[in-house]
């Protein structure tokens, strides 16, 4: 490789780099996503309570219903919820919010992605059905 080539290459793997790193979730983070996902998914999220309560389905079956469809509705109606996702994000990053809004395109969504897998890694709904 020669010496532009090698320039190009450590470019590249710079811009692919995350801007961030987020913290696990842990137990306090619950009622700042359920307060995102209550504004965004009002009616499905009701109607998927109502199908645990009526045993109608599980927590688990539910979770893998409505997973995409809540991450797609949060990217949706962030205009919404703008406020909300930027304090989350800045609590599990420990950037501030006003950063975070600043950074490139697309950088939100990849983080509210990670918190999403990392939601659905935890498997909150399936241990949540093993409770009820």
Known sequence: MDHLEVETVQETEQKNEKPYTLRPLCDEDLYPILAIIGKVFPD???TAFVQVAS???TFKEIGY???FKLF???IKNLHTVDVEVYEM???LSGIPAQD???MKFGTTPKMLW???NDVKNQDFFGDASKSS
């Open 44 to 46: 499905e999220l009701s």
């Open 55 to 57: 045993k109608e389905k």
């Open 65 to 67: 219903d409505v997973g």
């Open 72 to 74: 797609t509705a949060v």
């Open 89 to 91: 994000l800045s609590s």
């Open 100 to 102: 975070i809004r600043k």
């Open 114 to 116: 990670e918190v999403y």
